[in-house]
């Protein structure tokens, strides 16, 4: 029994979380962290604008199937897009539970749609792992990486910045 | 020839005795007669006797009072000489009466009457001189009145005393001819008597033979008859012994049906006290099925109670459901604001990742936020649970009270269709019931019957048992009068004429 000790210890070693001092603030990131089932994403809060629940949200026709639809935000119309058919995710329908995310970064500003808010945190850059290869479908370039919680960080000036977003009228 | 027969028979039998007790009667008339006679001379011949001896007797009387005078003439004392006119006075009197008694007497004797009265004349002018002669004596003339007696008085009494003597002689002839009388009707009677005896012993011998003659033909007769009353009574023996043979079976028949009628009876009875007893129970079902009836009918209320309050429960239930419905609802609304709160504090901690350094402090706010909106949501959670809890009680209280509501339809059913049975159960009682008072009165006829038969058997019975004895009496009269036939043979052989 010895042996299969010593070589569960050393799974354990490999497996367990460091601890990281809280104090260190220099490379700490602020993330909000949500949810698109059945997995934890995050975005870094400073493209976040703004986190509401949705309501009355009107489809757009014509539009590519990511997007879901229009939302008047304090006068404001915003586009909603369904991340989950932007990363070929399962799409179990939109209520008004799902929360929205506005994000933004220069004139880019949409709101994407969440299942749930988890809250804020805070992430350290240096525990961030690469993301797998077969990520459930999503283009790897969105993905900014994966905290040792398994909350899948997005890149959000990728996000923000892709041409497939942008929806021609023309 | 019969006819004849018996005519002449009777005829000749009547003529015959009748001839004989003519000819007794006859003699019996005669011979009476005659004694009447006979008495009646015997009766005048004593009455002369009993005349003869009363005049003997007035003599002898006479005698004495004149002895009688005679001592009150030579009488001195005055004393005796009154008892010695007391005594004359006295048989004077005496005398007198005898008299008369005499003349009464003589009254049939007109002859002799006559030389009475003369006597009587003659004897007052006696008495008259006797009184004469007493005056003489109470005046002291004893010599005159001797004088009187010598010369008066003794011939007067001579006279009297011949002419009494002449009644005497008269009536001895008298006596004399009445005997005389009685000796010829004496001897005459004797004649006729014998002649008609001997008549009459002349027709009884007639009579007889003649009656010998005919009681030999009857005889013969009877002998016929007897011989075919014997035959007659055998064939009436054997008759009866057959009526008796078969009236004794009647009455073994008749016993065999008493006792069955008996046993019928015993089974009547049997029927009827079973159909009492069933009618009793019959009325006890019915009571029964009342009792289930009204019970059934309490259930059913019951029920119905039930019913209600279970309404009841679902109002309040349903009231309840809407009082958690609006927890729900305030819940939800806290739980909106939880979350409001919850993306205000995220919000804020964006602004507050935003502001950097400054927003640190707004960042904690931010913090507390979102701890509270967590709190809120835990609360609202929880309430939720209570609440999801509150509705799985609900629900199974529902469903209980459905449950319930249909145990209680099922039941008022049930009920029901117990009342109905009930009612089926009761009307087939009664009509079992009224089934059985049929039964019981036509058992009870049927009894009555029976009590009817019965005695009429008992009487056939008697009858029959009479029946037999009668034919065993007409057996037993069949043997006498065989017997008697037999007897009269017998007696007929001896008496032989």
């Known amino acids: 029994m010895n042996l299969d000790q010593k070589i569960l210890r050393a799974r354990a070693k490999e497996i367990s979380r460091h601890k990281i001092k809280q104090d260190d603030m220099a490379e700490s990131l602020s993330v909000v962290e949500f949810l698109l089932i059945p997995e934890r994403y995050g975005i870094e809060s400073k493209y976040v604008s703004e986190v509401l629940s949705l309501r009355e949200m009107t489809p757009i026709p014509g539009t590519p199937a990511f997007v879901a639809g229009v939302m008047n935000v304090r006068g404001k119309i915003v586009s909603i897009l369904n991340l989950k058919l932007l990363f070929n995710l399962k799409e179990r329908g939109i209520t008004e539970l799902n929360k929205i995310i506005l994000v933004r970064m220069d004139r880019m500003e949409f709101g994407i749609v969440t299942d749930a808010i988890a809250g804020t945190l805070k992430v350290y850059p240096n525990t961030l792992s690469a993301p797998p290869a077969n990520l459930h479908g999503i283009n790897a370039e969105y993905i900014q990486g994966i905290t040792p919680d398994g909350i899948i960080l997005l890149n959000g000036e990728n996000l923000l910045t892709n041409k497939t977003i942008i929806v021609n009228q023309k | ?497």
């Open chain 2, 1 to 497: 020839m019969k006819s004849t027969f018996n005519i002449s028979t009777k005829a000749k039998l009547f003529l015959g005795f009748g001839l004989i007790i003519v000819a007794i009667i006859l003699l019996s008339i005669l011979s009476f007669v005659s004694f009447n006679n006979i008495n009646n001379a015997q009766t005048g011949m004593f009455k002369s006797m009993q005349m003869e001896r009363n005049l003997t007797e007035f003599k002898a009387d006479e005698n004495r009072q004149m002895l009688t005078m005679l001592q009150i003439t030579i009488s001195k004392d005055p004393t005796r000489t009154n008892e010695l006119k007391k005594q004359l006075v006295d048989k004077a009197a005496l005398i007198a009466i005898s008299l008369s008694l005499i003349e009464n007497e003589l009254q049939s004797y007109p002859v002799q009457l006559q030389k009475f009265n003369e006597i009587k004349v003659q004897l007052k002018r006696y008495i008259e001189n006797r009184e004469k002669r007493l005056t003489l004596n109470d005046a002291g003339k004893i010599e005159e009145s001797i004088n009187m007696a010598r010369e008066i008085e003794g011939p007067l009494y001579e006279k009297i005393r011949m002419m009494i003597l002449e009644i005497e002689k008269d009536f001895s002839d008298i006596i004399d001819a009445e005997k005389a009388k009685t000796e010829s009707l004496t001897q005459s009677a004797d004649i006729t008597i014998i002649i008609g005896s001997m008549g009459i012993i002349l027709l009884s011998i007639i009579l007889i033979f003649w009656m010998i003659r005919m009681l030999r033909k009857i005889s013969v007769e009877i002998r016929n008859g007897v011989n075919i009353l014997g035959t007659s009574a055998s064939e009436i023996l054997t008759t009866v012994t057959e009526v008796s043979t078969g009236a004794t079976e009647t009455a073994t028949a008749i016993s065999e049906t008493t006792t069955t009628i008996e046993e019928i009876r015993q089974t009547a009875l049997m029927a009827s006290q079973k159909a009492q007893s069933v009618l009793e129970n019959a009325q006890k079902a019915s009571d029964a099925a009342e009792n289930g009836k009204e019970s059934v009918q309490q259930t059913i209320e019951g029920m119905y109670r039930i019913n209600q309050q279970m309404n009841l429960i679902a109002d309040s239930i349903v009231k309840l459901s809407e009082k958690n419905r609006s927890i729900g609802e305030i819940t939800s609304t806290v739980n909106d604001i939880a979350d409001q709160s919850n993306l205000l504090a995220v919000n804020a901690a964006i602004e507050a990742a935003k502001a950097g350094e400054q927003g640190r402090g707004f960042a904690v706010v931010a913090q507390e936020i979102r701890n509270l909106a967590d709190q809120s949501k835990q609360a609202t959670a929880q309430v939720r649970e209570i609440l999801n809890d509150i509705q799985k009680a609900v629900n199974l209280a529902v469903m209980s009270t459905e449950q319930g509501s249909k145990a209680v339809e099922n039941g008022s059913i049930l009920a029901r269709k117990s009342g109905e049975m009930i009612e089926i159960l009761s009307d087939t009682v009664t009509e079992a019931a009224q089934s059985v008072i049929q039964i019981s009165t036509s058992s009870q006829q049927q009894m009555a019957g029976m009590d009817q038969i019965v005695p009429a058997m008992e009487n056939i019975k008697q009858a029959s048992e009479q029946n037999v004895i009668g034919t065993k009496q007409t057996q037993t009269a069949a043997h006498n009068l065989s017997e008697l036939g037999q007897n009269l043979k017998i007696i007929i052989e001896k008496f032989n004429v």
